[in-house]
């Protein structure tokens, strides 16, 4: 596993897989804006994007996908230097309320215009302010658990949190050390 850097102030990265053509971030960018595997996925999930969010045009499904994907790509990819990383990524359990190791953490639009966003980017907060993202996914149901795609991305989080504790990347600074020993 290899890691990309997406902000030049080193205060997000991307987890660039094995056997991967791109880090994390990039695919799920590159995902999120091709027609057909959208035209695939929302086919295959109707029920799910129906039942929860009340839309059965996967037409419809598809547009406000690109649409909300451009809008996060340019939220994520224009992050100033003073902007705070901590405001858009929130832990992923909705429950927890204190700091943990490599908790996992998710971001997603705010703000929306007909539904709230069913677009997630997932990642591992290595200290306040520093991110490593692991992938995402678009999330038609309540919990990851309950569908192979998003329960798909948790094990990549997992997997991620894993490698670094292996590794002793238990924060920025351990994170810093491990990758100017790669170059």
């Known amino acids: 596993m290899k890691f990309s850097i997406i902000t030049e102030d080193k205060r997000l990265w991307a987890a660039w897989y094995d056997g991967e053509a791109e880090n994390a971030l990039y695919t799920l960018f590159e995902q999120w804006n091709d027609v057909v595997w959208l035209r695939e996925f929302f086919k295959a999930n109707i029920d799910d ?3 929860y969010f009340k ?21 994520i990819l224009d992050i100033s230097p003073w902007a705070n990383l901590d405001k858009l990524f929130r832990p992923l359990e909705n429950s927890r309320s204190g700091e943990m190791l490599l908790s996992k953490e998710k971001a997603r639009l705010k703000e929306y215009r007909r539904h709230t966003s069913w677009l997630r980017i997932y990642a591992i907060k290595l200290e306040p302010g520093t991110y490593v993202i692991t992938g995402g996914a678009i999330k038609l149901t309540r919990t990851m658990q309950e569908r192979e795609h998003t329960l798909h991305e948790l094990e990549k989080m997992e997997k991620v949190r894993r490698f ?4 002793d990347i238990i924060d920025k600074d351990a994170f810093t ?4 020993e790669l170059s």
């Open 177 to 180: 050390d491990y990758m100017s």
């Open 55 to 75: 839309i059965t045009d996967v037409n419809q499904a598809i547009y406000d996908t690109i649409e909300d994907s451009d809008r996060l790509q340019c939220l």
């Open 164 to 167: 670094m504790l292996e590794n």
């Open 49 to 51: 994007l129906a039942s």
